[in-house]
Antibody
Framework: QVQLQESGPGLVKTSETLSLTCTVSGGSITNYYWSWVRQPPGKGVEWIGYIHYSGNTNYKSSLRGRVTMSVDTSKKQFSLKLTSVTAADTAVYYC?????????WGQGTLVTVSS | EIVLTQSPGTLSLSPGETATLSCRASQSVSSNYLAWYQHKPGQAPRLLIYGASSRATGIPDRFSGSGSGTDFTLTISRLEPEDFAVYYCQQYGSSPRTFGPGTKVDIK
């Protein structure tokens, strides 16, 4: 059974960089697309972007310029960096498998942005 | 981007009843590329339906999806206690992928 686990700081200061890593277990990281989605408290789910195991990326246009995703196939991990964060970036962040529908999800990690 | 609207916001039902959840898109969803997810507190969301009507692996047949174009429905027959959760629809016919705001199915 494929499992995804997010890791990273739960608190990030305003204007700094949010960094999260997702570790894939129980399955291969190769031959798949991997995405990040987030859900601010009390709000809807937002797709942030995807990375292919080859390293190709595609980000939501409204976040382009602040988002960078990377992948390390040897460690079966992929990562998210979001720069210049504000309170609007406070959310539960999920790593997921896929680029169309998302068939496996991590449990999510709450990242709070505060000064 | 395609905006998805879900109704009702909350559905209060008893075990054994049938839940009918609606997802409406602001424009036609290409190839009916619509998915449904179940989300329980503290758990990872679970894919239920993709392609509007195809059940994901391991999903019981009491979950069924239907619809096309801009109007889609998730039907949960014979509600079991473990079915009480929040349900989201998501379109993947165009980019960016977008989600509906969710319908909460709670116990009456």
């Amino acid at each position: 059974q494929v499992q995804l686990q997010e890791s990273g700081p739960g608190l990030v200061k305003t204007s700094e960089t949010l960094s999260l890593t997702c570790t894939v277990s129980g399955g291969s990281i190769t031959n798949y697309y991997w995405s990040w989605v987030r859900q601010p408290p009390g709000k809807g789910v937002e797709w942030i972007g995807y990375i292919h195991y080859s390293g190709n990326t595609n980000y939501k246009s409204s976040l382009r310029g602040r988002v960078t995703m990377s992948v390390d196939t040897s460690k079966k991990q992929f990562s998210l960096k979001l720069t210049s964060v504000t309170a609007a970036d406070t959310a539960v962040y999920y790593c997921v498998r896929g680029w169309t529908y998302f068939d496996y999800w991590g449990q999510g990690t709450l990242v709070t942005v505060s000064s | 981007e395609i905006v998805l609207t879900q109704s009702p916001g909350t559905l209060s039902l008893s075990p054994g009843e049938t839940a009918t959840l609606s997802c409406r898109a602001s424009q036609s969803v290409s190839s009916n590329y619509l998915a449904w997810y179940q989300h329980k507190p503290g758990q990872a969301p679970r894919l239920l339906i993709y392609g509007a009507s195809s059940r994901a692996t391991g999903i019981p047949d009491r979950f069924s999806g239907s619809g096309s174009g801009t109007d889609f429905t998730l039907t949960i027959s014979r509600l079991e206690p473990e079915d009480f959760a929040v349900y989201y629809c998501q379109q993947y016919g165009s980019s960016p992928r977008t989600f509906g705001p969710g319908t909460k199915v709670d116990i009456k």
